[in-house]
């Protein structure tokens, strides 16, 4: 076995184990955690896939920047030990949730083992910056633009709606 | 394998090394601008150092004391948390070039422990993971002075992690590259060619932003003593907040080793190019070990020769001699080697590690020339009270790197 499957088996594992304690435990600063854990395993697979530049931005967006902010409201809330009950969901719910959970995980699995996907031989720069950014403003330029329009309307709106309430007081 | 360990291994001691020393360095600095004398009785056989060897004193009183959990506090999270400070600032390392990279049977040999693609964007991800440090800190010890603590420290990391990383794009612009050894070479062995003095405004930014990233005056706002009597960790006692302790100044030689790389040159000798490094190593390692040998001789005929002061009435009279008589001879030796034996045939590879060491020597005294700025100004500059520091991250800081990026990239395109 060579040392890139080992690394493999253990950040997917790691992604795995930590994603089931985002869903599983009970305080939402450890799961948040959790899922901090599971975006830095998740990061370390695409850097062991050759995409470096999205390994090291997905931890500088996701782990770095948004999760910070999760954990930061739900400490500002402070939640003691008895605010915390279990959610109680009937066992319909429950039963329908773990049919749709199921449905989705092989119909995700059936699509990952199909032969769908066209495999070429990776390009030279393939994940290089150079690469990703001559893509981003050439062939999706207009994605790429859109994207930056939509982020700037919610940046906008929140901006207003903060504002709002502030005069209201 | 071996040498990528030593890779990974020897900026971890370097680091672990300058730590002691630039904690030293800070209380001697502190008691000076503030008129006092500093540390100057710890000693091991009379022998001082000037307060070096207080930091050890330090280290058996961190390592004996007792390791307190407070009640309620969140064990796993109290425990981890220190860990995550720590480790976060030595990672950073992994990217920093110590030297020009070596030329060796035809393949060019880098003297930093990855060369990777992305290095810039890798030191902001690991960064912006070090608020987690404090964070968890803040949140896992239950205590409110903590959880303030933390809460500031997220919010002013976030802010000012914008500004560090939009002042660095007018560099990045300038070389093209996100690798730091490319940024390094791009800016020249000149002077007049670094990113200083391309880039002012760019690093006036960067600079501040990274005295907010360290959390350390005049925006240590996440341990206010005066406010939250040590923030995040008030409740950590005995290694644990050694830890924290060594994480804080860890971050400092980050941000100083990131300053002097991206703006000053990093290992690039002021006017010296790496070529001529080459090719004169033989004389300039010649006259620098007879420099060395002779300013030893110097500072250790100084110590021997001053007046015998009965002062302590024990061993610590002796200090002078006891430091000064060794200099003395290994001065001596120095001198009397290099002139019995000439200037040594380095070779090709030899000539090569001289220069790097020369400029390994160079990158060394820009980093403690920038801990020494950070020193200076945290018993220089009173701190900023919380919403100054958003205002100043916000409304002046942001605009400025962004308008900075705009005017380089213009700049750039139409010259």
Known sequence: MNGFLILFYFLAALAVISATGVISLRHPVHCALSLVVTLIALAGLYVTLQADFLGIVQVLTYAGAILVLFIFIIMLLNLQDDELKERGYGAAAKALLAAVSLGLFLSLGYLVTRPHFPISALPEDFGSIHSLGKALFTS???PFELAGILLTVALIGAVLLAKRRLELK | ??????????????????????????????????????????????????????????????????????????????????????????????????ASPLEWKGSAFSLQAVDLNVGILYIFAIG?????????????????????????????????????????????????????????????SNLLSWNVIRQPLGCLLFVVSAFAETNRLPFDLPEAEAELVAGYHVEYSSLKFALFFMAEYANMIVASALIATLFFGGWQVPFVS??????????IAYYSVLGLGLFSVAAGWFLV???????????????????????????????????????????????????????????????????????????????????????????????????????????????
Not at chain 2, 274 to 283: D, K, N, S, V
Not at chain 2, 366 to 394: A, E, H, N, S
Request: charged letters at 15%; one cysteine or more; glycine letters at 8%.
């Open chain 2, 274 to 283: 790496t070529e001529t490094l080459r090719t004169y190593a033989q004389p």
């Open chain 2, 1 to 98: 394998m071996l040498i990528i360990v030593l890779k990974i291994i020897i900026p971890f001691l370097v680091i672990m090394q300058l730590l002691p020393l630039l904690i030293w360095l800070e209380r001697k600095g502190a008691a000076y601008i503030q008129d006092r004398r500093g540390p100057n009785r710890a000693a091991i056989l009379g022998v001082r150092l000037g307060g070096v060897v207080h930091s050890l004193a330090d280290v058996v009183k961190l390592i004996f004391k007792e390791d307190i959990f407070p009640t309620n506090a969140n064990k796993f999270i109290y425990t981890i948390a220190p860990f995550i400070a720590m480790a976060v600032a030595c990672v950073t390392f992994a990217v920093i070039p110590w």
């Open chain 2, 128 to 188: 912006s993971m070090g608020v987690y440090g404090i964070m968890l800190a803040g949140w896992g010890s239950n205590n409110k002075y903590s959880l303030l603590g933390g809460l500031r420290a997220s919010a002013q990391m976030i802010s000012y992690e914008l500004t560090l990383s939009l002042s660095v794009v007018g560099v990045l612009i300038f070389a093209g590259s996100l690798e730091l050894n490319t940024i390094v070479q791009n800016q020249g």
């Open chain 2, 305 to 415: 020769r001053r007046k015998h002061k009965v002062v302590y009435h024990d061993a610590r009279d002796y200090e002078t001699k006891v430091l000064g008589f060794p200099a003395l001879l290994v001065g001596l030796a120095l001198i009397a080697g290099q002139i019995l034996y000439g200037p040594l045939p380095l070779g090709e590879t030899g000539s090569q590690v001289a220069a790097a060491a020369f400029q390994f020597g160079a990158f060394l005294a820009k980093i403690l020339f920038f801990c020494w700025v950070f020193i200076w100004v945290r018993w220089t500059l009173p701190r900023f009270r919380y919403d100054q520091l958003m205002k100043l991250g916000w409304r002046v800081m942001l605009p400025l790197a962004l308008l900075n990026v705009v005017v380089t990239a213009g700049i750039y395109l139409w010259f």
């Open chain 1, 140 to 142: 999706y330029v207009i």
